[in-house]
């Protein structure tokens, strides 16, 4: 597959179009522009998810949702050289900033942008499929997830990290609870709606997965805390990334000045008391999954 030859843009269009325009917006714009700070911040979970793969040289991977490419990286430097490690997204920004760092660190990484829901990969094309926060998004992840597993080997395994419910996961839960009073009533999420915390139910997690034809499936917890800011000003670090990336940011989309004012105060207050030794760190709570073909 010449993946350098794939488009440079995506149709918002079938079921995932939504996400598809979201990740072509703001969040991708934001998440290529801070992909170094996140990949730190997240670095706990690539590793957690790569233990997890235990890949070996020579397998085949495709990265679900890879973003700019973290994991996708270090998949290409453990299956070189007869391997291959594939990055597929949906998301324009973040595919671009993926191909140019392959370039720059001379990676064998490829990437495409495609909807992993639906995108033809060729039957038992891969023997793995991982990700890193990248499988919540889908309108109806037991097709997605079927969809998938026909481009797995029949030995073929997948190693997935996704977050566990909103309240262990300080990292949002403590600037969105500080921020809601100061904002607009908000529609109570739909549980299991495309966003992080669509997979965090475990027991329907593990019924998508077997539905759609999955087995020995295990999912289980795993704890890190996430480093929203240290440095010369790790206040400003975490209320700058708090603001712009992730559940609040969509929650401030569209807000006036004032309301973004006041916001930006209540959160600034909830996060300097999780300031210890020049860093503001939060709680991540997540599910690692994995299960056969
Ligand atoms: C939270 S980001 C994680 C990115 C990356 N894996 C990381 O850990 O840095 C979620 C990613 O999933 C991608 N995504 C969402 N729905 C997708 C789909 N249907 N097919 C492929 N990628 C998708 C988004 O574009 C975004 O890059």
Same mark, same amino acid.
């Given at each position: ?37 996140? +990949? ?5 979970? %690539?590793? $957690?998810?790569? !233990?997890? *793969? @235990?890949?070996?040289?020579? #397998?085949?991977? =495709? ?25 597929? +997204? ?5 595919? %671009?900033? $993926?191909?140019? !760092?392959? *370039? @720059?660190?001379?990676?064998? #990484?490829?990437? =495409? ?32 997830? %079927? ?5 797995? *080997?029949?030995?073929?395994?997948? #190693? ?134």
């Amino acid at each position: 597959m010449n993946t350098s030859a794939t488009p440079t843009s995506i149709a918002a269009e079938g079921p995932n179009a939504d996400q598809i325009d979201y990740w072509n917006g703001l969040a991708g714009e934001r998440w290529a522009r801070y992909q170094d700070r996140l +990949d730190t911040m997240l670095a706990p979970f %690539a590793d $957690a998810v790569l !233990r997890l *793969a @235990a890949i070996e040289p020579g #397998a085949r991977v =495709m990265d679900i949702g890879c973003g700019c490419g973290a994991t996708t990286f270090e998949a290409a430097a453990k299956t070189d050289p007869s391997g291959r490690a594939l990055g597929v +997204d949906i998301s324009g920004p973040m595919v %671009a900033r $993926a191909k140019a !760092r392959a *370039a @720059a660190l001379g990676s064998t #990484a490829e990437f =495409m942008l495609a909807d992993a829901a639906s995108h033809d990969f060729g039957a038992a094309s891969f023997d793995l499929l991982i990700s890193r926060f990248g499988i919540m998004f889908f309108a109806d992840p037991a097709a997605a997830f %079927a969809h998938m597993r026909q481009a797995l *080997a029949p030995s073929g395994r997948v #190693a997935f990290v996704c977050w566990r419910p909103m309240k262990e996961n300080g990292w949002v839960s403590v600037p969105l609870f500080a921020a809601l009073p100061h904002l607009p009533p908000q529609e109570p999420p739909v549980p299991g709606a495309p966003g992080p915390f669509a997979l965090a139910d475990r027991d329907r997690f593990s019924g998508i997965l077997k539905d759609a034809g999955y087995t020995g499936i295990e999912i289980e917890p795993f704890d890190a805390s996430l480093s929203l800011g240290r440095g010369a000003d790790p206040l400003a670090e975490a209320l700058e990334q708090t603001l712009d990336i992730g559940p609040l940011s969509r929650a401030l989309v569209d807000q006036p000045d004032n309301i973004r004012t006041r916001v930006t105060e209540a959160v600034r207050e909830a996060l300097v008391k999780h300031e210890t030794n020049g860093e503001i760190a939060l709680d991540g709570a997540v599910w690692l999954v994995s299960a056969r073909a």
